[in-house]
C-alpha cells in the first residue's frame, strides 16, 4: 500500500490526502498499518483553535485500529498482529490519519478475534478518557480482580463515545450506574447496561437521581453545559463529592462541598498537561490495555455502535458532520 496520510495543511484549513516517507519504529514503537480509523470531537477543535500543533502540515487522530508491519524492537506485538491503541497528540508520525502509523506498544493492545477493524477503531480514545474519568479523576480503584464493589456513579451524557465507555467502565468494577441522556439519544443510552436511565429534559430529573442514589459522590459530566453543570453538581445533594468533567468546566459551581476535576485523557500514557510524568496514569494504561483484550473477547466491554466512511480523503468531511452535530454513532474511517 502507498503510504497516505491526510494532513491539516496550515492553521485553520481543510484536510488533504499526500503521499509521505513513514518512519521507522523506535525504541517501544511498532508501525502499524492502518484498517480504520474514527474520528473524535478533538480533531476539529484543534483544527479550529490551532490547538497542540507545534507545526505544519500536521497529522491529527487518536484511534488507531490495524496491523503491526514492523514490529521495531518490541517484545510485545510481532509482524501480522491486529492490534489497537490511541494516537499521540501533537506528534505527526502518532496521529491515525494515516495509513503507517508509529504507537508506543504501551498503548495499545492485541484486537481479540470476535472484533473487527472498524468496531475497534471506536475504542481506544473514548476508552482512554472515559477510564481517565472513572479512574484518576473519580479514584475507583483498579486491580486484576477488577470486580470490586465500587460507589454509586451518575454518568451526565451516557450515549456519547466517552459517557458509553463511563457506563460499561463503572458496571465492569461493580458501581450502581445512573446514566442521563438527551429524549433523542434515549434508546440508545437504555441499552448500554446502567441501572436507571433518566432523560436530562426531565424536570424532575435530579430528584429522581437523588431517590435512586441519596448518597452518590461521583459524577462524571462528559456535555459540560450550563445546565449539565447545574444538575450534577445538584445531586450531590448536601454531600460533598467530585464531578469529573470531561472538558474544563467553565460554569458556576454551586455546590460547596464539590469538587470538579477536569479529566485528561493524556494521563493513560503517563503524561501530564504541564510538565512531569503521571505515574498513576502511565499505572492505569498498562492496567487498561492488559485487561482490555480480554474484556472485549469476553463481552465485558463491547465496541460503539458506528456508521463507516471510506478513505482517508472522507476525514475532512467527517470532522465538519461532527462539529455540526450531523452523526447518529461514531464515525469510523476504513481504509
Ligand atoms: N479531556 C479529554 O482528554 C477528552 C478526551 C476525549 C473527549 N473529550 C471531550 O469529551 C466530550 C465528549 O466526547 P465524545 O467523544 O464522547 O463525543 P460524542 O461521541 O460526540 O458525544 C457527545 C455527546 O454530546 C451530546 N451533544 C450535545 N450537543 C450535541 C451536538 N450539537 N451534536 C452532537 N452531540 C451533542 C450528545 O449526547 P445527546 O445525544 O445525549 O445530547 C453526544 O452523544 C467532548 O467535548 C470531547 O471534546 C475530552
Same mark, same amino acid.
Given at each position: 500500500m502507498e503510504p497516505l496520510r491526510a494532513v491539516?495543511?496550515?492553521?485553520?484549513?481543510?484536510?488533504?490526502?499526500?503521499?509521505?516517507?513513514?518512519m521507522a519504529p523506535q525504541d517501544g514503537q511498532v508501525q502499524v498499518q492502518l484498517k480504520a480509523t474514527s474520528l473524535n470531537p478533538l480533531d476539529w477543535k484543534r483544527i479550529e483553535k490551532n490547538l497542540f500543533i507545534p507545526s505544519y502540515p500536521h497529522v491529527l487522530g487518536m484511534d488507531i485500529s490495524g496491523v503491526v508491519v514492523n514490529q521495531g524492537a518490541s517484545t510485545k506485538f510481532k509482524n501480522g498482529e491486529r492490534?489497537? *491503541?490511541?494516537?499521540?497528540? #501533537? =506528534?505527526?508520525? *502518532?496521529?491515525?490519519?494515516?495509513?503507517?502509523?508509529?504507537?508506543?506498544?504501551? !498503548?495499545?493492545c492485541k484486537i481479540p478475534d470476535n472484533i473487527s477493524f472498524a468496531?475497534?477503531?471506536?475504542?481506544?480514545?473514548?476508552?482512554? %478518557?472515559?477510564?481517565?474519568?472513572?479512574?484518576?479523576? +473519580?479514584g475507583f480503584p483498579y486491580s486484576s480482580a477488577n470486580r470490586a464493589a465500587s460507589p454509586p456513579v451518575?454518568?451526565?451524557?451516557?450515549?456519547?463515545?466517552? #459517557? !458509553?465507555?463511563?457506563?460499561? +467502565?463503572?458496571?465492569?468494577?461493580?458501581?450502581?450506574?445512573?446514566?442521563v441522556s438527551s429524549t433523542r439519544?434515549?434508546?440508545?443510552?437504555? %441499552?448500554i447496561g446502567a441501572d436507571l436511565v433518566l432523560d436530562s429534559s426531565d424536570p424532575d430529573v435530579v430528584s429522581k437521581i437523588r431517590s435512586a442514589a441519596p448518597n452518590i459522590e461521583h459524577v462524571f459530566d462528559t456535555i459540560v453545559s450550563e445546565a449539565s453543570v447545574a444538575n450534577c453538581t445538584a445531586a450531590f445533594g448536601n454531600h460533598a463529592g467530585t464531578l469529573a468533567t470531561a472538558i474544563k468546566n467553565t460554569h458556576e459551581n454551586k455546590s460547596k462541598g464539590v469538587q470538579i476535576k477536569p479529566v485528561y485523557s493524556g494521563n493513560i500514557?503517563?503524561?501530564?498537561?504541564g510538565p512531569g510524568a503521571h505515574e498513576q496514569g502511565a499505572r492505569l494504561g498498562e492496567f487498561?490495555?492488559? !485487561?482490555?483484550?480480554? =474484556? +472485549?473477547?469476553? *463481552?465485558d466491554i463491547t465496541p460503539l455502535k458506528y456508521e463507516t466512511i471510506r478513505g482517508l480523503q472522507s476525514v475532512n468531511e467527517g470532522l465538519g458532520r461532527l462539529k455540526n452535530g450531523e452523526y447518529k454513532s461514531k464515525l469510523v474511517v476504513e481504509v
Open positions: 491539516v495543511p496550515s492553521p485553520g484549513a481543510d484536510l488533504r490526502v499526500e503521499k509521505y516517507e513513514p492490534i489497537m *491503541g490511541i494516537g499521540t497528540v #501533537g =506528534w505527526s508520525d *502518532g496521529g491515525s490519519y494515516q495509513t503507517h502509523i508509529l504507537i508506543d506498544e504501551k !498503548n495499545a468496531e475497534a477503531a471506536t475504542i481506544p480514545f473514548a476508552f482512554a %478518557t472515559a477510564a481517565c474519568a472513572i479512574h484518576l479523576e +473519580l451518575l454518568i451526565w451524557g451516557a450515549s456519547g463515545s466517552v #459517557g !458509553n465507555f463511563a457506563v460499561q +467502565l463503572a458496571k465492569l468494577h461493580g458501581s450502581q450506574v445512573i446514566a439519544s434515549l434508546a440508545s443510552a437504555e %441499552t500514557q503517563g503524561k501530564n498537561m487498561a490495555w492488559d !485487561n482490555l483484550t480480554q =474484556w +472485549l473477547k469476553d *463481552g
